[in-house]
């Protein structure tokens, strides 16, 4: 997770530049140019499709499901916002972006909190997987009792 968030961090230490490269993003929202479609297929969704695998991973998942890409979006949506409502952030506790420093600590805290949000997504899982265990288990023994039909 450390990598994913330090591609949003890294840009956020050159100040006014990436102020200026987000409002560009604005305006290709408000006013398409077809660049926008193009950011999404060649940046954003190989770094999405990276951390979907990585998470089936850590969930112990063949496959995503929609909860996997709800999770991938949920840990994104930490980095996303501190690009985009960086003016808000800026408003609302002024100290948190000040300085280098401060994005370092950023990037431990976002670790920290998609880490949390993680194991959410596991025990959320395992906790729901196991009536359904105990239910086959209940089964399984009535096959396997003595007098079970066979």
């Known amino acids: 997770m450390c990598g994913l968030y330090l591609g949003f961090l890294e840009p956020l230490k050159q100040g006014e530049r990436t102020s200026l490269c987000m ?4 305006r290709e929202l408000l006013e398409p140019t077809g660049l ?3 950011e999404i297929q060649r940046g954003i969704k190989p770094i999405h499709n990276a951390l979907v695998q990585v998470l089936c991973r850590h ?7 929609d909860e996997v890409q709800r999770l991938a979006i949920c840990v994104s949506a930490l ?3 501190l690009q985009v409502g960086r003016d808000v952030t800026d408003a609302l506790a002024p100290t948190l972006n000040r300085g280098v420093a401060a994005f370092d600590l950023w990037l431990e805290r976002l670790v920290m909190f998609a880490e949390a949000m993680l194991g ?3 025990a959320r899982r395992l906790a729901t997987a196991a009536p359904r265990s105990r239910t086959a288990s209940r089964k399984a023994i009535r096959k396997t009792a003595p007098g079970a039909a066979r």
């Open 23 to 26: 409002k560009l993003h604005m």
């Open 59 to 65: 969930l112990g998942l063949k496959h995503a499901d």
């Open 120 to 122: 959410a997504e596991l």
């Open 36 to 38: 926008w479609e193009e």
């Open 79 to 81: 980095g996303v916002h």
